[in-house]
Every structure is written in structure tokens, then in C-alpha cells.
């Protein structure tokens, strides 16, 4: 099953362009499946990357074409390139008159992390209703 690619088609991104993109930023490919298909049943585009070298690829190719997230979900722990990492580069590659996009934390570290200035973080195994609220406030979606 090849869903981690199917919606950076075209055609799918085409179809779903007035949806809001959202960037699922996670190793575990059960959690981006998962968070992938909730997203859709939600109304949102979901854009999925299993590291946070992935997920700068994509930023700026969508930033290069005026495409923006609505919001982030970021694991902390990966490999290649980590959660604190990505959102470093993040911020020092965002030059558009858009401020940044909100970032929910994923992680199991039950540690502080408000030393990485997210939206919001939610602690894995997490419910989906918490994270579809979280999402709703982050993009203004009813």
C-alpha cells in the first residue's frame, strides 16, 4: 500500500487545493497512515514526510509555488533530521509575509518542551478528537 506519495500527485493536489494543507512530519509509518486518513475525513490535504529532511524538501518546493501548510504535526524523535532540527531550519528558511504555520508536537518524551515554541503537543498514544479539536482552533476550521 503507497499512500506516504499518492497526495503529492497532481491530480490530487489539484482536487483537494481548497482544503487546508497539513504537514505530517513522523518516522512511524502507521502514525502518518493513520493521522493521513483522519486528516482526510476531516477536510484537510494532508502532506505526509518520514523525517524532518523530507519534510524541508517539500517546504520549499511549496513555498517556491505559493503553497502553504495550515499547520505542522511534528514528532519530536526521528532520524536523519529530528523535530528541534526541522523547526530551527524552519524558522531561519521562512521568508514569505506569512507568519509560520502552527506546529503540534507529537511525541512519547513527557518531558518540558516549551523551549521549542509549538502551538500545542500532544502526548503519544494520543486520541484523535483531541488532535481534530487542536487542529479546528490552529486553522480556524469549523
Given at each position: 500500500?503507497?499512500?506516504?506519495h ?20 513522523d ?14 475525513l ?11 529532511q ?10 517556491s ?29 521562512w521568508?514569505t509575509p ?6 503540534v ?18 502526548i ?8 481534530c479539536?487542536?487542529?479546528k ?6
Amino acid at each position: 500500500m503507497q499512500l506516504l506519495h499518492a497526495p503529492t500527485l497532481p491530480e490530487m493536489i489539484d482536487k483537494n487545493s481548497e482544503r487546508p494543507l497539513v504537514l505530517i512530519v513522523d518516522d512511524h509509518a502507521a502514525v502518518r497512515d493513520m493521522l493521513f486518513w483522519a486528516l482526510q475525513l476531516w477536510g484537510y490535504h494532508p502532506i505526509c514526510a518520514a523525517n524532518g529532511q523530507e519534510a524541508m524538501e517539500w517546504m520549499e518546493k511549496a513555498l517556491s509555488s505559493g503553497r502553504y501548510p495550515a499547520a505542522i504535526l511534528l514528532d519530536l524523535l526521528m532520524p536523519v533530521v529530528d523535530g528541534p532540527k526541522f523547526l530551527s531550519r524552519m524558522r531561519a528558511h521562512w521568508h514569505t509575509p506569512l507568519p509560520l504555520p502552527p506546529v503540534v508536537l507529537l511525541t512519547v518524551d513527557k518531558s518540558n518542551h516549551a523551549d521549542l515554541d509549538c502551538n500545542d503537543i500532544l502526548i503519544k498514544p494520543f486520541h484523535l478528537k483531541d488532535l481534530c479539536e487542536i487542529l479546528k482552533l490552529l486553522t480556524n476550521q469549523s
